[in-house]
């Protein structure tokens, strides 16, 4: 899909900004993992243009937060939403989409899905 981030397999380390900030025009991904081994990534380069914000206000168990520069960031540990603090209910991806920049995308594994496929 046009406009996605790059795979999780292909990205930062959990809960971190890539090391190398990232060319001009390039994704500069925050990312952590979920309960269910799903990864939540954030193009903070996409970010930065969202005027709303939406991701952190929709966000249910408000596990969301701004950093100095703006960005959307966990305000418990990376630790903390893989453990399940971080519900996995999508609203910060969906009002993203819609209200916000687009910067936002998450991962779920859906078990069977690639069985049921090849059926």
Do not use: W
């Not at 952590?32 to 996409?46: C, K, N």
């Not at 249910?60 to 959307?72: A, D, F, Q, R, S």
């Amino acid at each position: 899909m046009a406009g996605l981030p790059p795979s999780p397999e292909s990205c930062c380390l959990r809960g971190e900004i890539r090391a190398d900030g990232g060319a001009a025009g390039e994704a500069r991904l925050y990312q952590f993992e979920t309960v269910t081994g799903g990864t939540v990534t954030y193009d903070h380069a996409v970010c930065a243009t969202c005027e709303t914000k939406a991701c952190i206000q929709e966000c249910v168990p408000k596990i969301l937060t701004c950093n100095e520069e703006g960005l959307p960031v966990l305000n418990i540990t990376a630790e903390e939403a893989r453990k399940g603090r971080c519900i996995e209910c999508l609203a910060c991806e969906v009002d993203c989409f819609f209200r916000g920049a687009g910067g936002g995308h998450i991962v779920l594994p859906i078990p069977g899905l690639d069985e049921y496929l090849a059926a």
